[in-house]
């Protein structure tokens, strides 16, 4: 009598190749540099101590980009390095305006294509300096070809209405051709931002540390237009140009609104305080 043994079949599992491990980077924590979130002052010179291994192979380069309040980063460095290991210190000056936020990201890439990163965000703060106070100064009703309908902040000047450059206009009346009665609103030329405050706070800034926490008070409030503007009112201003220091304060003095047709002698007068030169 034949038997039938059954034959047990075994199945062979072949694994896959283990996949290469990314490297690693890290700023190491040193007398003079900095290795964690931080304050500044604008134009600081800061120093980094970068260290990158490379998972497997060796490193290919280090690059270092940075980020100003959410927007596309630039580079800072982008370096070709070899070996399993680099260590340095690199030494870079950041610079921004007042209440600028700035992420630094350093990357490491080895040869295999991995990479792997680590950052640090970095604050501008002011400086404590006195501030000066200008009075009597005006924006003019844009229709008025002939006075200023724009202000420059930082300079203390009024700009023509021929002028098409808008980078300085930090103040800029909202009268639009065909208007028949003057806005009382203003905007600007190159981004500003606005916050009504109190008499309190004018009366009160006189330091660009005061400025600088009351922006951090208010800033989420911030918008890029003022409308219904009246005499008294108070508005802290960020301005949109590039300058260490941007805060200022100013103060309605006067407003001239005249409704005859066609008439467009109209201005909103005011004090404001900036920093000292």
């Not at 500044?40 to 497997?56: E, N, R, V």
């Not at 106070?133 to 002939?146: R, T």
């Not at 949109?240 to 047709?261: H, S």
């Amino acid at each position: 009598m034949a038997l039938a043994v059954p034959t047990l079949a075994f199945l062979a599992s072949c694994g896959g190749e283990t996949a290469n491990p990314s490297p690693t980077i890290s700023l190491t924590a040193a007398a003079g540099t900095v290795s964690a979130n931080t304050t500044i002052q604008s134009d600081s010179i800061l120093k980094f101590s970068i260290s990158a291994t490379a998972g497997s192979e060796n490193l290919s380069k280090i690059t270092v980009t940075a980020s100003k309040n959410g927007a596309a980063g630039t580079t800072l460095q982008d370096t070709a390095v070899s070996g399993k290991t680099v260590s340095y210190v690199l030494s870079k000056m950041i610079a921004g305006s007042v209440g600028d936020v700035i992420k630094v990201t350093f990357k490491a890439t080895d040869a295999n294509g991995k990479t792997a990163e680590t950052s640090v965000e970095i604050t501008v703060v002011p400086p404590t300096v006195p501030l000066i106070g200008f009075q009597s100064q005006k924006v003019w009703n844009s229709l008025n070809l002939n006075y200023g309908n724009a202000y420059d902040l930082e300079s203390a000047i009024d700009i023509l209405p021929s002028v098409l450059d808008k980078t300085k206009k930090d103040l800029l009346d909202m009268t639009a051709t065909g208007d028949a009665q003057f806005s009382k609103s203003w905007t600007s030329g190159n981004g500003s931002k606005f916050v009504k405050v109190t008499t309190s706070d004018y009366n009160n800034a006189s330091t660009t540390t005061f400025l600088y926490n009351l922006w951090k008070a208010n800033a989420a409030v911030a918008t890029d237009k003022v409308t219904g503007i009246a005499n008294g009112d108070i508005y802290l201003v960020k301005s949109g140009q590039n300058l260490p220091f941007n805060l200022y304060i100013i103060k309605i003095t006067n407003i001239q609104d005249l409704t005859a047709a066609g008439n467009h002698n109209d201005f909103i007068e005011f004090s404001y305080k900036k920093i000292t030169d």
